[in-house]
Nanobody, 123 residues
């Protein structure tokens, strides 16, 4: 089992920045590719970004490309999502997810999920 706990969400003005964190515990964090997804009520969970086990490979959704940066610190068992130039349409609950070894862009590819952290961007 891997337990994931997100933090860092909150209310921010459009154009502002947030840094989300996802702390992992349980099994060997460095064996897990990590992803961030987001969801608004009434819509499907949307892929945001993933990072490979080593951190050497990342992939961003077009909606956040150029405004978001994912990183991981395997020594601290933590993955981060830095989001800049936030827009009201970024408002959502953000979830981190873990998958053994392989990256993916679909929610059903990930085995472990955090409880989510709310990001609200006001105009």
């Amino acid at each position: 089992q891997v337990q994931l706990v997100e933090s860092g969400g909150g209310l921010v003005l459009a154009g502002g920045s947030l840094r989300l964190s996802c702390a992992a515990s349980g099994r060997t964090f460095s064996n897990y590719a990590m992803g961030w997804f987001r969801q608004v009520p009434g819509k499907e969970r949307e892929f945001v970004v993933y990072i490979s086990v080593s951190g050497g490979s990342t992939y961003y959704a077009d909606s956040v490309k150029g405004r978001a940066t994912i990183s991981r610190d395997n020594a601290k068992n933590t993955v981060y999502l830095q989001m800049n130039s936030l827009k009201p349409e970024d408002t959502a609950v953000y979830y981190c997810a873990g998958r053994l070894w392989r990256v993916g862009v679909r929610p059903d590819e990930y085995e472990y999920w955090g409880q989510g952290t709310q990001v609200t961007v006001s105009s």
